[in-house]
């Protein structure tokens, strides 16, 4: 029951962080944590997006179509091909950014990069035997904490 209990109380952490997220920034702290890498390398596009946000393409796309439409981000074919979007944020992407709290990732990736690495590798090994317990796929870790 204690270990139950410390999970709980880190996913009401996330979810007392995304909610905040909300409340302050006016959108989801998955779609925060994208304009962020999109603020902090211009010119990304969805897949180096991905590979930044650890999730799968499709859904950094959706992140990147959300973004577009409420205006925070713009994207701009280039390349000879002309099927990569370079994208960009905008004014009113960076305002959002700047009321936004912090850690844009989220608390939980905030607080896994700053453990040790020997904590952090305990912690890899008995979460694989748990989800091994749980008999899931491994493709529900692509999908953002914040969009559960």
Same mark, same amino acid.
């Given at each position: ?22 409340? /302050? ?22 897949? *180096? ?16 179509? *959300? ?7 713009? *994207? ?51 979460? /694989? ?20």
């Amino acid at each position: 029951m204690r270990v139950l209990r410390q999970f709980r109380i880190v996913f009401n952490a996330v979810k007392s962080h995304f909610r905040q997220v909300e409340r /302050e920034a006016g959108l989801g702290g998955a779609q925060l944590w994208a304009l962020s890498v999109i603020d902090r390398h211009p010119g990304i596009g969805a897949t *180096g997006l991905a590979r930044e946000l650890d999730i799968h393409q499709s859904t950094a796309s959706n992140l990147v179509r *959300g973004l577009v439409e409420r205006g925070f981000v713009t *994207g701009s074919r280039e390349g000879a091909d002309r099927r990569n979007v370079a994208l960009q944020v905008q004014p009113a992407g960076r305002e959002v950014l700047q009321r936004a709290p912090l850690p844009f990732a989220g608390v939980l990736p905030d607080a896994l990069a700053s453990l040790d690495p020997a904590t952090l590798m305990q912690l890899e090994r008995n979460l /694989e035997s748990l989800i091994a317990q749980l008999g899931v796929d491994d493709e529900a870790g692509s999908v953002p904490l914040a969009q559960l």
